[in-house]
């Protein structure tokens, strides 16, 4: 049973590109989280997505940044005409469920983005 | 989600036991007490959780105090891959696992 996959494991982008991050959850996961990581920091929470619909994204900026979890595929996260302190590394859990408060998430190995 | 207080870092010995201590003061009652931990380079992992019992697992044990205002959590004998980041966490109502900065243990061969 494959683990919560992410790709790219490293991204390189100029400032003003766009980046794209893809993470598929794993199999009967129907809930994704995105977290960001600055370095020597704690994961800050982005954005909460099930299938098709946005559940939260209080953590996520309000520019540049969307994200999607489509019917079919992996979920998605956009940042446009990126910036060097989008620096960082962004992670991606999922879980089976809404996750209770008794219910564990299983995290990707990460996408390391940096911004010449 | 409520806040936790973790120190910056510690070290252990191999072979030793290890406790990382957590304080949760303003912990509700129906929190869950949640561990992580982060090994360099990789993303999270699940550790441990528990709610006002003791718990034991084959990665860890789980020591919670009777004013659930304080947790530990108890490695018994330190290998070097256990060296990481350990996150203390409460999981309550909402979406957010609030991370702070955890613990990095570093363990001495």
């Known amino acids: 049973n494959a683990g919560v996959m992410q790709n790219p494991r490293h991204l390189v982008r100029r400032r003003g590109q766009e980046a794209r991050l893809r993470c598929s959850p794993m199999k009967g996961h129907s809930h994704v989280y995105w977290y960001r990581q600055l370095p020597e920091e704690g994961l800050k929470f982005m954005v909460y997505?099930?299938?098709?619909?946005?559940?939260?994204e209080s953590g996520m900026p309000k520019e540049r940044f969307s994200a999607e979890f489509p019917k079919e595929g992996p979920s998605i996260l956009r940042i446009q005409q990126v910036v060097r302190g989008d620096s960082a590394a962004y992670f991606c859990a999922s879980s089976p469920q809404e996750a209770a408060t008794n219910e564990k998430l299983f995290f990707g190995s990460g996408t390391q983005l940096s911004v010449l | 989600d409520a806040k936790t207080t973790q120190p910056n870092s510690m070290e252990s010995n191999e072979e030793e036991p290890v406790h990382l201590p957590c304080n949760h003061s303003?912990?509700?009652?129906?929190?869950?007490i949640h561990w992580y931990r982060q090994l360099p380079s990789q993303g999270p992992e699940y550790v441990i959780h528990?709610?006002?019992s003791n718990v034991n697992n084959r990665m860890a044990s789980l020591a919670i105090a009777e004013d659930r205002k304080s947790s530990t959590l108890i490695l018994h004998r330190a290998t070097l891959r256990d060296a990481a980041v350990y996150y203390c966490?409460?999981?309550?109502?909402?979406?957010?696992?609030?991370f702070g900065t955890g613990t990095s243990l570093t363990v001495i061969p």
């Open positions: 528990g709610l006002t």
């Open positions: 997505l099930q299938k098709e619909n946005i559940i939260d």
């Open positions: 303003t912990i509700s009652g129906t929190d869950y």
């Open positions: 966490i409460l999981r309550g109502t909402g979406n957010q696992f609030y």
